[in-house]
């Protein structure tokens, strides 16, 4: 009885620690701003019935240090160097999605010109610390 006790006890921890990560469907769509950002890494894994996919990005490419996020289990699946719409919570910095489509309407030439900036000092992707990454 003990042993099933502490089974419960495990089980019930783990179960509601997975469920307070939240979604972008917990939050109010007009509480986000699209902003142009850059896939930087994909880790991958697949298994018999199960895909798990997690993509660092990089966005505010404009800025001398980019900011680096993260989405963990996202339904899509890109290609590190791939330009990508981040959907940035207005009102908390730090909450960001994938977006949808691959470009901002009107900051298509930032992802040129950021590269552009990366190639010029030699570097992968100007501001961000690849050993952070890693």
């Known amino acids: ?3 099933f006790l502490i089974i419960s006890i495990i089980l019930l921890y783990y179960g509601c620690k997975e469920q307070s990560i939240k979604s972008y ?3 109010n769509e007009q509480d ?3 902003v142009q950002g850059l896939i ?4 991958k894994e697949f298994a018999y019935q ?7 990005y990089i966005y505010n490419l404009e800025k001398d240090k980019p900011t680096v996020g993260h989405e963990k289990n996202t339904p899509f699946i ?3 160097g ?5 959907l940035v ?4 910095e730090n909450v960001t999605f994938l977006g949808g489509n691959t470009y901002v309407e009107d900051e298509n030439d930032l992802i040129k010109k950021y590269l552009e900036k990366s190639a010029r000092f030699g570097v992968e992707y100007y501001g961000v610390d690849q050993k952070e990454l890693d």
């Open 89 to 92: 919570h207005k009102y908390e």
């Open 25 to 27: 469907e917990d939050y």
């Open 50 to 56: 199960n895909r798990k996919v997690d993509v660092t």
């Open 78 to 80: 890109p290609m590190a």
């Open 82 to 86: 791939q330009p990508k719409v981040i």
């Open 1 to 3: 009885m003990r042993k």
């Open 32 to 34: 986000f701003v699209e």
């Open 40 to 43: 930087i890494k994909v880790e």
